[in-house]
């Protein structure tokens, strides 16, 4: 069992976690992405209207984002990525200062972007209560199946033990096991306050493990450390490690889709076709297989995978 490298950056659910990773990195970084050219072979000279796609600071947002230059360069559109520019906070205002024109995001964290008080868990519910919490001047595009949400596993040996499907069936033996994930889950309205309050679970043990699902994580929960952890749903680690996945029944997380967010002005009926075209066949399980080659020890780069899978969808030459 080969637990999976984790992401540099973690992304929360919570907004304040992610203006403080955007003031942190303001001030530690050397360089800014938003200064510099473009970062990925999704440049080029077509002749078409130029966008810049922005990503956030781990692999995901950057495959993602070269996912839709791919796209949009295939329509004819003049596209690069600038990777790397850190947390909402910074990339929104990116979008609307101009410096970028489209990002990859999540429906359910960006609507607690913009609107923090916000209830909605559904993805019906997230989508109708963005398109009216979304800033003039910015569009969000129709979602893709693909979402990575905060999930909770166990290992095949527990599943079978408890009869764990899902967390209301976890809910009946919680006090037993140990659950593990990062300090911020103890507090934040996902974390154990949510599942109290959703499912009456209360852990016998919270233990905070620092790597975002990563393979502490992992090794933590296959030699029995904890017995339940809280990994994002596109870990391979998932899947390598044959975990099984708790149903979330009772929606104690958001739905966590992709979108694109970008400026309303540069996204025309072209390079919205476009970028439905990624959209359409955007899986939950197409990121966890991106992801898997974009981590551990033979990794590629985030462009690479995402330019062959756009060759192996049809959306590129």
Same mark, same amino acid.
């Given at each position: 069992?080969?637990?999976?490298?984790?992401?540099?950056?973690? !992304?929360?659910?919570?907004?304040?976690?992610?203006? *403080?990773?955007?003031?942190?990195?303001?001030?530690?970084?050397?360089?800014?992405?938003?200064?510099?050219?473009?970062?990925?072979?999704?440049?080029?000279?077509?002749?078409?209207?130029?966008?810049?796609?922005?990503?956030?600071?781990?692999? @995901?947002? @950057?495959?993602?984002?070269?996912?839709?230059?791919? +796209?949009?360069?295939?329509?004819?559109?003049?596209?690069?990525?600038?990777?790397?520019?850190?947390?909402?906070?910074? #990339?929104?205002?990116?979008?609307?200062?101009?410096?970028?024109? *489209?990002?990859?995001?999540?429906?359910?964290?960006?609507?607690?972007?913009?609107?923090?008080?916000?209830?909605?868990?559904?993805?019906?519910?997230?989508?109708?209560?963005?398109?009216?919490?979304?800033? %003039?001047?910015?569009?969000?595009?129709?979602?893709?199946?693909? @979402?990575?949400?905060?999930?909770?596993?166990?290992?095949?040996?527990?599943?079978?033990? #408890?009869?764990?499907?899902?967390?209301?069936?976890?809910?009946?033996?919680?006090?037993?096991?140990?659950?593990?994930?990062?300090?911020?889950?103890? %507090? !934040?309205?996902?974390? *154990?306050?949510?599942?109290? @309050?959703? #499912?009456?679970?209360?852990?016998?043990?919270? %233990?905070?493990?620092?790597?975002?699902?990563?393979? &502490?994580?992992?090794?933590?929960?296959?030699?029995?450390?904890?017995?339940?952890?809280?990994?994002?749903?596109?870990?391979?680690?998932?899947?390598?490690?044959?975990?099984?996945? &708790?149903?979330?029944?009772?929606?104690?997380?958001?739905?966590?889709?992709?979108?694109?967010?970008? !400026?309303?002005?540069?996204?025309?009926? !072209?390079?919205?076709?476009?970028?439905?075209?990624?959209?359409?066949?955007?899986?939950?399980? +197409?990121?966890?297989?991106?992801?898997?080659?974009?981590?551990?020890?033979?990794?590629?780069?985030?462009?690479?995978? +995402?330019?062959?899978?756009?060759?192996?969808?049809?959306?590129?030459?």
């Amino acid at each position: 069992m080969n637990p999976t490298t984790p992401r540099p950056a973690r !992304r929360t659910v919570l907004a304040s976690g992610a203006v *403080l990773l955007g003031l942190a990195l303001a001030g530690c970084s050397s360089s800014n992405p938003l200064d510099s050219a473009p970062s990925t072979s999704a440049s080029g000279s077509a002749s078409g209207s130029s966008i810049v796609v922005g990503s956030a600071d781990f692999p @995901e947002s @950057e495959i993602i984002a070269n996912l839709y230059a791919g +796209a949009l360069k295939a329509e004819g559109f003049n596209a690069s990525v600038k990777a790397g520019i850190g947390s909402r906070e910074v #990339y929104v205002k990116a979008l609307q200062d101009g410096s970028i024109d *489209l990002v990859p995001d999540y429906n359910g964290n960006l609507l607690s972007y913009f609107d923090p008080k916000s209830t909605a868990k559904k993805s019906a519910d997230v989508t109708s209560a963005l398109a009216d919490k979304t800033p %003039k001047g910015l569009t969000v595009l129709p979602a893709a199946s693909a @979402e990575d949400t905060d999930t909770l596993v166990v290992t095949a040996v527990t599943a079978e033990k #408890y009869k764990l499907t899902s967390i209301e069936d976890l809910a009946k033996v919680c006090d037993q096991l140990v659950l593990g994930a990062p300090a911020e889950f103890a %507090k !934040r309205a996902g974390g *154990l306050p949510g599942l109290k @309050e959703n #499912y009456g679970c209360v852990p016998k043990q919270f %233990k905070p493990i620092s790597d975002g699902g990563g393979p &502490l994580t992992v090794k933590a929960l296959i030699s029995d450390q904890i017995q339940v952890a809280d990994i994002f749903s596109t870990s391979p680690a998932i899947e390598d490690n044959s975990l099984v996945k &708790l149903e979330d029944t009772k929606n104690n997380w958001a739905s966590q889709q992709v979108v694109p967010l970008g !400026r309303t002005e540069k996204l025309d009926a !072209r390079a919205k076709a476009a970028i439905a075209k990624v959209q359409s066949k955007l899986t939950t399980q +197409a990121l966890v297989s991106l992801n898997r080659q974009t981590s551990g020890t033979n990794k590629v780069d985030p462009s690479a995978a +995402a330019a062959q899978w756009l060759k192996e969808q049809g959306i590129t030459g």
